[in-house]
């Protein structure tokens, strides 16, 4: 199991996501702004050159992220934890890997992209008896531009899109765009970032929330944030975003909080699928 995690880990940061690579291109094709295509074009050359050498394709090899979803009945819950931990730490060696743990007081990196509460782990249960590990290294400029918004419930879906808007422009070109942007709706802090962050990063680009109403939100997100000319690391273009996906959840009555979170065009992920005879399979 462990080789399998450090196989997907290797492919995230050295591949880029095929559907990132289809968006990409398209907004190549797309764009006006002749700086804008430069800069696409540095983009997509940078993650050809990055996979045809094996090589990392941002210096920043993102802090390690894992989203389990796992069954009840997954026979090997018990050495998941231990083998992320292990497969982290060869990663960091073999591949080779920035060390991104720093003590946030002593301000000691651990060397190894291991220390307290990392890699991050998060966990989520449903029926089944096999394991799918999402592996998501998250870059850190881009996770400096999550914000966390404890609205007035009476600004409505009007406050929502007025302060998401706001938030990307205020973003500007830090968090490396063209970015994809999550937006967790509804129940409490944490939850709405959890929401904005599966949204952003587990969903592919292109995709639309199953309820017509959040598809069609997404739809005028994305509009309204490629209209505000940020563009491709910040110099001016049509391309700011290459998606706004949007997840809800129901929330108390005096409380709407809006988590969002931003993914740079560096938008790393894989996934591992471990069945109940321990077939492990990286896709
Ligand atoms: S935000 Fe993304 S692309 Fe920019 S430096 Fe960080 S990992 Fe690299």
Known sequence: MIDEIVEAIRRAETELSEDTVQALK??????????????????IENFTVAKKGSLPMCQDTGLQTFFIDMGYDFPYRAELKNAITEAVRKATKEIPLRPNAVHPFLHKNSGDNTGRFVPYIHWELREGDDAIIHVIPKGGGSENMSGL??????????????????????????????????????????????????????????????????????????????????????LGGDTTVLDVHVEYAHRHPATL???????????????????????????
């Open 26 to 43: 398209r907004a190549y094709e797309k764009e006006t702004n002749e700086m804008a295509r430069t800069q696409l074009k540095a983009i």
């Open 149 to 234: 918004y404890m609205l007035p419930p009476g600004v409505g879906i009007k406050g929502i899109k007025k302060t998401v808007i706001e938030h990307i422009f205020k973003s500007g070109g830090k968090p490396c765009p063209p970015t994809i942007i999550g937006v967790g709706i509804g129940g409490g802090a944490d939850l709405a970032l959890t929401l904005a962050k599966k949204a952003a990063i587990l969903r592919p680009i292109g995709s639309r929330h199953e309820e017509e109403f959040v598809a069609q939100l997404e739809d005028e997100l994305y509009e309204m944030a490629n209209k505000l000319g940020i563009g491709p690391m910040g």
């Open 257 to 283: 909080p809006l988590g969002i979170v931003t993914q740079c065009w560096a938008n790393r992920k894989r996934k591992v699928l471990i069945d109940a005879n321990g077939k492990v399979e990286v896709i």
